[in-house]
């Protein structure tokens, strides 16, 4: 499976950005699906995630209420919507792709097969 995502930008802080994840090569429906970030010198970290064949969905508690991941097996995409964005939301975040996952494990990056490029996301105070 190759991943690419796109859709980041600058933004003020309070405005919103939607990332998109297009999938080629299998089916997402397949995979569950997540997003992690990693800031400058900080380590990557868990976003969100949705469990493939379930309408299970998971957050960091940093993003609940703010984020949300929906997918679009039609289209093959995964999708960020990221409303209220803060400063500390400044990162590149890559969707990734995971063929055995759980609930208690969708948040672990290590847990996941494919990796897209990743997609600068800028927030601005």
């Known amino acids: 499976v190759q991943l690419q995502a796109s859709g980041g930008g600058l933004v003020q802080a309070g405005g919103s950005l939607r990332l998109s994840c297009v999938a080629s090569?299998?089916?997402?429906?397949?995979?569950?699906m997540g997003w992690f970030r990693q800031a400058p010198g900080k380590e990557r970290e868990f976003v969100a995630g949705?469990?493939?064949?379930?309408?299970?969905?998971s957050y960091a508690n940093s993003v609940k209420g703010r984020f949300t991941i929906s997918r679009d097996n039609a289209r093959n995409t995964v999708y960020l919507q990221m409303n209220g964005l803060k400063p500390e939301d400044t990162a590149v975040y890559y969707c990734?792709?995971?063929?055995?996952?759980?609930?208690?494990?969708?948040?672990?990056?290590?847990?996941?097969?494919?990796w897209g490029q990743g997609t600068l996301v800028t927030v601005s105070s």
């Open positions: 990734a792709a995971g063929a055995r996952l759980i609930t208690s494990t969708i948040t672990l990056g290590g847990q996941y097969d494919y």
């Open positions: 090569g299998r089916t997402i429906s397949t995979y569950s």
């Open positions: 949705t469990k493939r064949n379930s309408p299970t969905t």
